[in-house]
């Protein structure tokens, strides 16, 4: 009824711009410059703007000590770098650093590059080249190939940088289990930690980590049940703090952490391995991997990418930090090395489910959309619920509602009586949009039963009901309902205004979509609920101002139909 998704804002995910072009690469790359007489520049440079054209050469930065013989691999660089194709990109960065080996604003673009692309060489040249003036997380790509390779002084010397720069708050614990590799005493760094609430977190749950490392096994496991929180974090830090508890010999106190029903949780229980070592590595990458599971969850960024990098780098058997790399290499477009780390994660690893389900995840936001669902059929097809509930969402989000509500149905069922109101509400949604409106009611009324306050499933019942042509006065109810236990949710305010105006209540409804539409300026139903209603109290100005804002953004079908009434005004309701 084409307002399903806005409205109920279901458990689905819209793909993302097709990330294919994001990754070609422009024909065979430009030989390297280096070498190339200063005589010939202006040849070059001419050679640069056929290649990038006039406009683009001029929006390039160019370093401020570039000479001519390295200028057209910058700017391939940089045009690579805009276009999303990293690997060309990288290869090229690294050309024009070699020709300036000393110059900052190529090495400041190409360590990004580097990171992106997976180039660790080049990231660490480019590191060097940047000296004081490298990122903050340039220290821990140096600090986690130091671990990885033992070498103690390095590490310190990186992790006294770390201290004064911007991540300071991982500097105690980094020096704690440092300290513990150098056979110190590693307890008192963390005592000295800054004391604000994110270095007091770090600062305990390393100390648990430590403790169990030392031997300390019953103080270990009582601080760190002090301070395990819920959700992904807890099984993190269960499935690392179990790991060395498995190293240590002590399989029973491990399995105590092994609790619950998580995939990982489950998968980690029933092959535990042979357990893992305390060393400055492991430590690095445990903490780093704490840090990037709460990040990953904001904006896509380089901090989150360069912490997954360097969790791998520091204990490459991590493979929590492999699916955290992935998912963070996926967010920034770099769809295809997402793809590849998460094929390194082997079967047997506690991460393999979830890797399989990132995998999905990664192909679907890329737009590949008959990739994941391909995927996402396979993974489903052992009745695990979670998958199942990723098919039905990734259905529903390419529009095939009719073949979602089975596999909706499937989940409700296996439940055995314990299904959640929110899959009757993605079952009756589905239905909905196939066309089965009898079907979809029971489903919808079942969610509000199960959850009588839970405005989404109040709204979205209510809105259909009047959509169907239902009476109007028991869908207000539940619209008013709605609105009251959430007051500010534009999709609620529309529909209890739209509730009115159908009502025959014109004037009482006009505030209310007014208020949604200022709150959702480019959704296309509220803007037209919008110039419905100013044409029912005589605005017929404002009325066709509102139609043609929602013609702007609509599908040519819609924008059609919006036109009929933009010259004729709205069709009379029986």
Not at 327 to 335: H, K, N, S, V, W
Not at 348 to 366: E, M, N, W
Not at 493 to 521: C, N, Q, V
């Amino acid at each position: 009824m084409g307002r399903t998704i806005r409205t109920c804002k279901l458990a689905r995910r819209s793909a993302a711009p097709s990330a294919v072009d994001r990754h070609r690469e422009h024909g065979s790359a430009a030989r390297s410059s280096r070498g190339v007489a200063a005589a010939d520049g202006l040849r070059l440079l001419a050679g640069a703007r056929r290649l990038l054209g006039g406009a683009a050469l001029a929006l390039v930065a160019l370093p401020a000590s570039a000479s001519t013989p390295d200028l057209l691999a910058y700017m391939q660089a940089r045009a690579a770098d805009g276009d999303g194709a990293s690997g060309l990109a990288a290869r090229r960065y690294a050309d024009a650093l070699a020709a300036v080996p000393g110059d900052t604003g190529v090495a400041a673009h190409a360590y990004r590059q580097a990171i992106t692309a997976g180039d660790l060489k080049l990231a660490f040249e480019a590191a060097a080249t940047l000296g004081h003036a490298a990122p903050a997380d340039a220290d821990l790509l140096i600090l986690a190939s130091a671990a990885a390779h033992d070498d103690l002084p390095a590490a310190q010397a990186a992790i006294r940088r770390i201290g004064k720069s911007q991540l300071a708050v991982l500097s105690a614990p980094l020096a704690a289990w440092a300290a513990l590799a150098s056979g110190g005493d590693p307890l008192p760094l963390l005592a000295a930690a800054r004391d604000d609430a994110v270095a007091r977190r770090f600062a305990g749950e390393t100390r648990a980590l430590i403790l169990i490392a030392q031997g300390h096994t019953t103080e270990g496991l009582a601080t760190l049940r002090a301070v395990l929180g819920t959700g992904q974090a807890s099984e993190d830090m269960r499935i690392i703090a179990a790991r060395l508890l498995i190293g240590l010999g002590k399989a029973a106190e491990a399995r105590s952490l092994l609790i619950g029903d998580a995939p990982a949780i489950a998968a980690f229980r029933a092959r535990p391995g042979t357990g893992s070592k305390p060393t400055l590595g492991f430590g690095m990458s445990a903490l780093l991997t704490r840090v990037v599971t709460d990040l990953i969850v904001g904006p896509p960024g380089p901090l989150p990418l360069a912490m997954a990098q360097a969790a791998v780098i520091a204990y490459p058997a991590n493979d929590r930090a492999r699916l955290l790399l992935g998912y963070a290499l996926g967010r920034t477009g770099e769809t295809n090395r997402a793809l590849a780390t998460l094929a390194t994660i082997a079967a047997d690893s506690p991460y393999a489910q979830a890797a399989k389900g990132g995998r999905v995840q990664i192909l679907a936001d890329a737009g590949r959309m008959n990739e994941a669902l391909v995927h996402a059929e396979a993974l489903a097809k052992n009745g695990d619920t979670a998958a199942l509930q990723r098919y039905a969402d990734l259905l529903s989000g390419a529009t095939r509602p009719a073949d979602a509500a089975p596999i909706y149905r499937r989940i409700i069922d296996q439940a055995k009586g314990e299904a959640d109101w929110s899959v009757w509400l993605q079952y009756g949604a589905a239905l909905d949009e196939a066309g089965d409106w009898p079907g979809a009611h029971r489903a919808l009324a079942q969610a509000v039963r199960l959850a009588p306050d839970e405005p989404l499933a109040l709204n979205y019942l209510g809105y259909a009901q009047i959509s169907h042509g239902e009476p109007v006065g028991p869908a207000q109810t539940l619209l008013e309902k709605a609105s009251r236990l959430k007051p500010q949710d534009a999709a609620i305010t529309d529909s209890l205004g739209w509730a009115y105006y159908l009502s025959g209540e014109p004037k009482r409804a006009l505030p209310l979509i007014e208020r949604a539409a200022a709150a959702s300026p480019t959704d296309i139903e509220v803007n037209e609920h919008l110039g419905d209603v100013y044409w029912a109290v005589g605005r017929r100005f404002a009325a066709r101002y509102a139609w043609r804002a929602a013609q702007v953004v609509a599908d040519a079908e819609n924008a059609a139909r919006l036109a009929v009434k933009i010259a004729n005004g709205p069709a009379q309701r029986p």
